[in-house]
């Protein structure tokens, strides 16, 4: 298991995967929801058994044309072995309103299709290509796409159900949709910092766990954002929080 999320790799000790997000940028502000994200025209060089687990935005219909064939070709093929890909994270969210990519045109069929497309492109790279999604009930597969190579999950705190009977409720529908699937926790975290080292220790556990199943985990992934109410900013003086995934990076392999 890949262990790691958007923190530079160097901030906790034997950090193994890197997690970020390729927006769309107009004078410097991301473009929210977007349907025309870049391409970046080479895979990003991370420090070495350091591997890249990357989302992209990219135009769906040129995407499904072939149009974008060539740049994406040259972009996976310079990715690490045990990298991971995927396009749209949380298409489901806002469910009430049908996804909330369906605005600009991403439909759940049209979706199915890129993900198709997507995981045929890398199926000639060193990248495993998969879905994330933000809702943990049967109704967010609808954005994915059977056969997949893994199948995320973003989960933040406050989880109603408690977070072991939303992971469990997860695995059951995922499972229900593709038999064996891998499981990934592509984002997570809690905004309370003393709630931090329960939380990543809980979802590890559960984690390690289903690998030892033979269901497959390929990567857990923190997520953090100074100004994002899910998460909050890293604190560098959370002694607590550091041993704790300073322990998980440690057993996660």
């Given at each position: 298991m890949l262990f790691g999320g958007t923190l530079p790799p160097e901030t906790i000790p034997h950090t193994t995967v890197f997690r970020q997000h390729v927006y769309e940028t107009v004078d410097g502000r991301?473009?929210?929801?977007?349907?025309?994200?870049?391409?970046?025209?080479r895979?990003?060089?991370?420090?070495?058994?350091?591997?890249?687990?990357?989302?992209?935005?990219p135009n769906p219909d040129e995407l499904l044309a072939g149009k974008l064939d060539e740049k994406l070709q040259a972009?996976?093929?310079?990715?690490?072995?045990?990298?991971?890909?995927?396009?749209?994270?949380?298409?489901?969210?806002?469910?009430?309103?049908?996804?909330?990519?369906?605005?600009l045109g991403l439909t759940q069929a049209k979706l199915t299709d890129v993900h198709a497309r997507m995981q045929a492109l890398c199926a000639n790279a060193h990248v495993r290509y998969g879905s994330v999604a933000c809702?943990?009930?049967?109704?967010?597969?609808?954005?994915?796409?059977?056969?997949?190579d893994f199948y995320g999950l973003d989960i933040y705190e406050p989880c109603p159900p408690g977070i072991l009977n939303a992971l469990n409720e997860w695995r059951k529908n995922v499972s229900?949709?593709?038999?064996?699937?891998?499981?990934?926790?592509?984002?997570?975290?809690?905004?309370?910092?003393?709630?931090?080292?329960?939380?990543?220790?809980?979802?590890?556990?559960?984690?390690?766990?289903?690998?030892?199943?033979?269901?497959?985990?390929?990567?857990?992934?923190?997520y953090w954002n100074p100004g994002g109410?899910?998460?909050?900013?890293?604190?560098?003086d959370d002694e607590a929080t550091i041993e704790a995934l300073s322990s998980i990076a440690e057993a996660a392999p």
């Open positions: 991301i473009v929210w929801p977007s349907v025309n994200g870049p391409i970046p025209e895979w990003p060089s991370l420090p070495p058994g350091v591997a890249g687990f990357y989302t992209l935005y972009y996976l093929a310079g990715a690490q072995p045990g990298s991971m890909l995927t396009t749209f994270a949380e298409a489901d969210g806002d469910a009430s309103t049908g996804g909330q990519f369906a605005p809702g943990y009930n049967a109704s967010s597969l609808g954005w994915s796409a059977r056969g997949l229900a949709f593709h038999p064996d699937p891998l499981l990934c926790i592509a984002e997570t975290n809690t905004s309370t910092p003393a709630r931090r080292p329960f939380w990543f220790s809980a979802i590890f556990g559960w984690l390690k766990a289903h690998d030892q199943t033979g269901g497959g985990v390929p990567a857990m992934c923190t109410p899910l998460s909050g900013p890293w604190l560098p």
